[in-house]
Protein backbone atom coordinates (compact mmCIF):
# COMPACT_ATOMS: atom_id res chain seq x y z
CA UNK A 1 0.00 0.00 0.00
CA UNK A 2 0.98 3.54 -0.58
CA UNK A 3 2.39 5.66 2.27
CA UNK A 4 0.77 8.18 3.61
CA UNK A 5 3.30 10.77 2.80
CA UNK A 6 3.33 9.99 -0.93
CA UNK A 7 -0.76 10.23 -1.47
CA UNK A 8 -0.35 13.39 0.46
CA UNK A 9 1.97 14.30 -2.34
CA UNK A 10 0.18 13.67 -5.61
CA UNK A 11 -2.57 15.65 -3.94
CA UNK A 12 -0.82 18.73 -3.14
CA UNK A 13 0.70 18.42 -6.76
CA UNK A 14 -2.60 18.17 -8.10
CA UNK A 15 -3.75 20.65 -6.24
CA UNK A 16 -0.89 22.64 -7.31
CA UNK A 17 -1.31 25.85 -10.12
CA UNK A 18 1.74 24.86 -11.93
CA UNK A 19 0.26 21.29 -12.71
CA UNK A 20 -2.36 22.81 -15.02
CA UNK A 21 -2.32 22.19 -18.80
CA UNK A 22 -1.72 25.97 -19.71
CA UNK A 23 1.35 26.21 -16.95
CA UNK A 24 3.22 22.98 -18.20
CA UNK A 25 5.45 24.45 -20.07
CA UNK A 26 6.95 27.04 -17.36
CA UNK A 27 7.43 23.61 -15.26
CA UNK A 28 8.95 21.74 -17.99
CA UNK A 29 10.82 22.35 -20.24
CA UNK A 30 12.16 19.39 -22.77
CA UNK A 31 15.33 19.52 -23.97
CA UNK A 32 15.27 19.78 -27.92
CA UNK A 33 16.54 17.20 -29.89
CA UNK A 34 16.39 14.49 -26.62
CA UNK A 35 13.09 12.43 -25.37
CA UNK A 36 9.97 13.89 -24.29
CA UNK A 37 9.30 14.22 -20.29
CA UNK A 38 8.65 11.07 -18.62
CA UNK A 39 5.26 13.05 -17.04
CA UNK A 40 4.04 14.18 -20.69
CA UNK A 41 3.16 18.05 -21.02
CA UNK A 42 0.21 19.00 -22.69
CA UNK A 43 0.59 19.79 -26.51
CA UNK A 44 0.98 23.47 -27.20
CA UNK A 45 -2.07 25.66 -28.68
CA UNK A 46 -1.37 26.33 -31.96
CA UNK A 47 -1.87 29.81 -30.93
CA UNK A 48 1.24 29.60 -29.49
CA UNK A 49 3.15 27.95 -31.93
CA UNK A 50 5.37 30.17 -33.42
CA UNK A 51 5.13 30.15 -37.12
CA UNK A 52 7.58 28.82 -39.62
CA UNK A 53 8.77 31.29 -42.23
CA UNK A 54 8.04 29.88 -45.58
CA UNK A 55 8.67 31.30 -49.25
CA UNK A 56 5.24 32.64 -50.69
CA UNK A 57 4.55 31.69 -54.34
CA UNK A 58 5.34 34.53 -56.64
CA UNK A 59 1.65 34.38 -57.85
CA UNK A 60 0.20 34.88 -54.96
CA UNK A 61 -3.17 37.14 -55.30
CA UNK A 62 -3.98 40.47 -52.49
CA UNK A 63 -0.31 40.21 -52.05
CA UNK A 64 2.51 42.39 -53.49
CA UNK A 65 5.80 41.14 -55.23
CA UNK A 66 8.87 42.70 -53.97
CA UNK A 67 10.78 43.78 -57.64
CA UNK A 68 14.41 43.11 -57.81
CA UNK A 69 16.36 46.43 -57.21
CA UNK A 70 12.97 48.19 -55.50
CA UNK A 71 12.88 49.19 -51.91
CA UNK A 72 9.89 46.98 -49.43
CA UNK A 73 7.02 49.20 -49.51
CA UNK A 74 7.43 51.70 -52.54
CA UNK A 75 4.92 51.33 -55.27
CA UNK A 76 5.79 50.88 -58.95
CA UNK A 77 6.43 54.02 -61.04
CA UNK A 78 3.80 53.02 -63.11
CA UNK A 79 1.55 53.14 -60.43
CA UNK A 80 2.42 56.59 -58.90
CA UNK A 81 0.87 59.99 -59.90
CA UNK A 82 3.04 62.91 -61.39
CA UNK A 83 2.42 65.49 -58.83
CA UNK A 84 4.54 67.89 -60.90
CA UNK A 85 4.36 67.44 -64.59
CA UNK A 86 5.94 69.18 -66.91
CA UNK A 87 4.62 72.09 -68.73
CA UNK A 88 4.89 71.04 -72.04
CA UNK A 89 3.00 68.00 -70.74
CA UNK A 90 0.30 70.03 -69.77
CA UNK A 91 0.47 71.55 -72.77
CA UNK A 92 0.03 69.06 -75.31
CA UNK A 93 -2.66 66.84 -73.40
CA UNK A 94 -4.68 70.57 -72.77
CA UNK A 95 -4.17 70.78 -76.80
CA UNK A 96 -5.38 67.30 -77.43
CA UNK A 97 -8.70 67.54 -75.36
CA UNK A 98 -9.82 70.89 -77.15
CA UNK A 99 -8.98 69.38 -80.25
CA UNK A 100 -10.87 66.07 -79.41
CA UNK A 101 -14.17 68.23 -77.99
CA UNK A 102 -13.83 70.75 -80.73
CA UNK A 103 -13.77 67.63 -83.03
CA UNK A 104 -16.95 65.56 -81.52
CA UNK A 105 -18.70 69.02 -81.34
CA UNK A 106 -18.30 69.75 -85.12
CA UNK A 107 -19.25 66.09 -86.04
CA UNK A 108 -22.60 67.28 -86.65
CA UNK A 109 -23.18 64.42 -89.70
CA UNK A 110 -21.39 61.53 -87.92
CA UNK A 111 -24.79 59.63 -87.65
CA UNK A 112 -28.38 59.99 -89.42
CA UNK A 113 -28.81 60.81 -85.90
CA UNK A 114 -26.74 63.47 -85.58
CA UNK A 115 -27.92 67.21 -85.70
CA UNK A 116 -27.72 67.61 -89.57
CA UNK A 117 -27.68 63.89 -90.18
CA UNK A 118 -30.09 64.82 -93.15
CA UNK A 119 -27.25 66.50 -94.85
CA UNK A 120 -24.86 63.42 -94.55
CA UNK A 121 -25.41 62.25 -98.11
CA UNK A 122 -24.25 65.78 -99.69
CA UNK A 123 -21.57 65.96 -97.17
CA UNK A 124 -20.67 62.68 -98.21
CA UNK A 125 -20.95 62.94 -101.96
CA UNK A 126 -18.34 65.74 -101.40
CA UNK A 127 -16.09 64.74 -99.38
CA UNK A 128 -15.45 61.65 -102.41
CA UNK A 129 -14.44 64.31 -104.71
CA UNK A 130 -11.43 64.19 -102.54
CA UNK A 131 -10.52 60.77 -102.27
CA UNK A 132 -8.17 59.38 -103.66
CA UNK A 133 -9.33 56.65 -106.21
CA UNK A 134 -11.54 59.42 -107.73
CA UNK A 135 -8.33 61.88 -108.67
CA UNK A 136 -6.06 58.49 -109.51
CA UNK A 137 -8.90 57.36 -111.84
CA UNK A 138 -9.67 60.77 -113.16
CA UNK A 139 -6.07 61.64 -114.12
CA UNK A 140 -5.68 58.14 -116.22
CA UNK A 141 -9.01 58.99 -118.10
CA UNK A 142 -7.50 62.49 -118.73
CA UNK A 143 -4.19 61.54 -119.85
CA UNK A 144 -5.28 58.77 -122.41
CA UNK A 145 -7.09 61.75 -124.41
CA UNK A 146 -4.71 63.98 -124.00
CA UNK A 147 -3.49 64.66 -127.61
CA UNK A 148 -0.81 67.86 -126.47
CA UNK A 149 2.63 66.85 -125.38
CA UNK A 150 2.09 69.77 -121.99
CA UNK A 151 -0.94 68.17 -121.39
CA UNK A 152 0.49 64.95 -120.99
CA UNK A 153 3.17 66.52 -119.06
CA UNK A 154 0.89 68.16 -116.93
CA UNK A 155 -1.14 65.20 -115.72
CA UNK A 156 1.61 62.65 -116.14
CA UNK A 157 3.52 64.58 -113.01
CA UNK A 158 -0.40 65.38 -111.34
CA UNK A 159 -0.52 61.26 -111.24
CA UNK A 160 3.12 61.07 -110.01
CA UNK A 161 1.61 63.75 -107.29
CA UNK A 162 -1.20 61.67 -105.95
CA UNK A 163 0.70 58.14 -105.71
CA UNK A 164 2.80 60.00 -103.86
CA UNK A 165 0.73 61.40 -101.54
CA UNK A 166 -1.52 58.59 -101.13
CA UNK A 167 1.66 56.28 -100.46
CA UNK A 168 3.15 58.83 -97.88
CA UNK A 169 -0.08 59.41 -95.96
CA UNK A 170 -0.95 55.66 -95.77
CA UNK A 171 2.56 55.52 -94.16
CA UNK A 172 2.02 57.73 -91.72
CA UNK A 173 -1.10 57.22 -90.45
CA UNK A 174 0.15 53.56 -89.83
CA UNK A 175 2.41 55.13 -88.03
CA UNK A 176 0.53 57.03 -85.74
CA UNK A 177 -1.98 54.95 -85.84
CA UNK A 178 -4.38 57.64 -84.32
CA UNK A 179 -8.40 56.88 -84.36
CA UNK A 180 -10.95 59.27 -85.21
CA UNK A 181 -13.65 61.12 -83.06
CA UNK A 182 -16.18 58.68 -83.40
CA UNK A 183 -15.46 55.15 -83.52
CA UNK A 184 -16.63 54.44 -87.20
CA UNK A 185 -15.69 51.44 -89.57
CA UNK A 186 -13.39 52.64 -93.03
CA UNK A 187 -15.76 52.18 -95.91
CA UNK A 188 -14.36 50.37 -98.94
CA UNK A 189 -12.92 52.77 -100.73
CA UNK A 190 -10.96 54.08 -97.82
CA UNK A 191 -9.23 50.49 -97.31
CA UNK A 192 -8.52 50.42 -100.76
CA UNK A 193 -7.01 53.69 -101.07
CA UNK A 194 -5.39 52.62 -97.53
CA UNK A 195 -7.07 55.66 -95.65
CA UNK A 196 -7.51 53.47 -92.64
CA UNK A 197 -6.93 55.48 -89.74
CA UNK A 198 -7.38 59.25 -88.48
CA UNK A 199 -3.93 61.33 -88.53
CA UNK A 200 -2.88 62.84 -91.00
CA UNK A 201 -6.55 63.76 -93.19
CA UNK A 202 -5.67 62.12 -96.45
CA UNK A 203 -8.27 63.90 -98.41
CA UNK A 204 -7.31 67.26 -96.70
CA UNK A 205 -3.56 66.43 -97.87
CA UNK A 206 -4.41 65.71 -101.49
CA UNK A 207 -7.24 68.62 -101.81
CA UNK A 208 -4.47 71.19 -100.88
CA UNK A 209 -1.79 69.48 -103.02
CA UNK A 210 -3.94 69.26 -105.92
CA UNK A 211 -5.58 72.91 -106.07
CA UNK A 212 -2.04 74.20 -105.49
CA UNK A 213 -1.06 71.81 -108.48
CA UNK A 214 -3.80 73.42 -110.42
CA UNK A 215 -3.54 76.75 -109.65
CA UNK A 216 0.24 76.84 -110.49
CA UNK A 217 -0.09 74.80 -114.00
CA UNK A 218 -3.31 76.14 -115.40
CA UNK A 219 -4.44 79.32 -116.75
CA UNK A 220 -7.89 80.02 -115.03
CA UNK A 221 -9.79 82.79 -114.34
CA UNK A 222 -10.05 84.59 -110.87
CA UNK A 223 -13.52 83.08 -110.27
CA UNK A 224 -12.55 79.57 -111.27
CA UNK A 225 -9.24 80.39 -108.43
CA UNK A 226 -11.83 80.74 -105.89
CA UNK A 227 -13.56 77.91 -106.34
CA UNK A 228 -10.85 75.85 -106.35
CA UNK A 229 -9.16 77.40 -103.19
CA UNK A 230 -12.73 77.14 -100.99
CA UNK A 231 -13.42 73.36 -102.66
CA UNK A 232 -10.03 72.61 -100.95
CA UNK A 233 -11.36 74.01 -97.86
CA UNK A 234 -14.20 72.44 -97.74
CA UNK A 235 -13.69 69.20 -98.57
CA UNK A 236 -10.93 69.20 -95.73
CA UNK A 237 -13.95 70.37 -93.64
CA UNK A 238 -16.41 67.80 -94.82
CA UNK A 239 -14.25 64.99 -93.27
CA UNK A 240 -14.74 66.73 -90.10
CA UNK A 241 -18.50 66.96 -89.90
CA UNK A 242 -18.54 63.35 -91.01
CA UNK A 243 -16.21 62.77 -87.88
CA UNK A 244 -13.81 60.78 -89.66
CA UNK A 245 -10.90 63.37 -88.57
CA UNK A 246 -10.04 65.80 -85.56
CA UNK A 247 -9.52 69.09 -86.38
CA UNK A 248 -5.38 69.09 -85.95
CA UNK A 249 -5.43 66.10 -88.64
CA UNK A 250 -7.28 68.53 -91.14
CA UNK A 251 -4.52 71.34 -90.02
CA UNK A 252 -1.84 68.63 -90.57
CA UNK A 253 -3.17 66.78 -93.75
CA UNK A 254 -3.23 70.77 -95.46
CA UNK A 255 0.59 71.12 -94.79
CA UNK A 256 1.43 67.82 -95.73
CA UNK A 257 -0.34 68.16 -99.23
CA UNK A 258 2.09 71.57 -99.85
CA UNK A 259 4.93 69.27 -98.81
CA UNK A 260 3.87 67.52 -101.60
CA UNK A 261 3.59 69.74 -103.83
CA UNK A 262 6.68 71.58 -102.97
CA UNK A 263 8.55 68.01 -103.58
CA UNK A 264 7.12 67.02 -106.87
CA UNK A 265 8.10 70.43 -108.06
CA UNK A 266 11.30 70.21 -106.85
CA UNK A 267 11.67 66.59 -109.55
CA UNK A 268 9.47 67.93 -111.81
CA UNK A 269 9.49 65.30 -114.76
CA UNK A 270 10.04 67.06 -118.05
CA UNK A 271 8.23 66.38 -121.00
CA UNK A 272 10.54 63.49 -122.30
CA UNK A 273 10.36 61.15 -119.35
CA UNK A 274 6.23 61.51 -119.35
CA UNK A 275 6.41 60.26 -123.28
CA UNK A 276 8.63 57.32 -122.35
CA UNK A 277 6.47 56.36 -118.72
CA UNK A 278 3.73 56.78 -121.25
CA UNK A 279 5.03 54.40 -124.00
CA UNK A 280 5.50 51.56 -121.35
CA UNK A 281 2.57 52.20 -119.76
CA UNK A 282 0.97 51.40 -123.07
CA UNK A 283 3.24 48.85 -124.53
CA UNK A 284 4.34 51.14 -127.47
CA UNK A 285 8.10 51.23 -127.97
CA UNK A 286 8.82 53.16 -130.45
CA UNK A 287 10.32 56.07 -128.93
CA UNK A 288 13.07 54.11 -127.88
CA UNK A 289 14.13 53.04 -131.66
Known amino acids: MPSIHNVRSRTRERNSVLSRPEFMSLNHQPVRGGPPDSRGSAPKRPAQ ?3 QPSEEPADTPGKERREPGREPGRMPEEDCMQLNPSFKGIAINSLLAIDICLSKRMGVCAYTSSSWGGCRSM ?3 LALTGHGITWIIGTILCLTRSNTLAGQEVLVNLL ?3 ILDVMTVAGVQRLVKR ?9 FLDCV ?7 PAAHASRAAMVSKFLLSHLVLAVPLRILLVLWAFL ?20 ALGMLHFSLMETVWLSSSTCQKLISISTLSWSPFF
Open 123 to 125: VAL
Open 193 to 199: AMDVYSF
Open 235 to 254: VGMSRVVLGKHHLTDMVCGF
Open 160 to 162: MAL
Open 49 to 51: MKP
Open 179 to 187: RGPWEMTPG
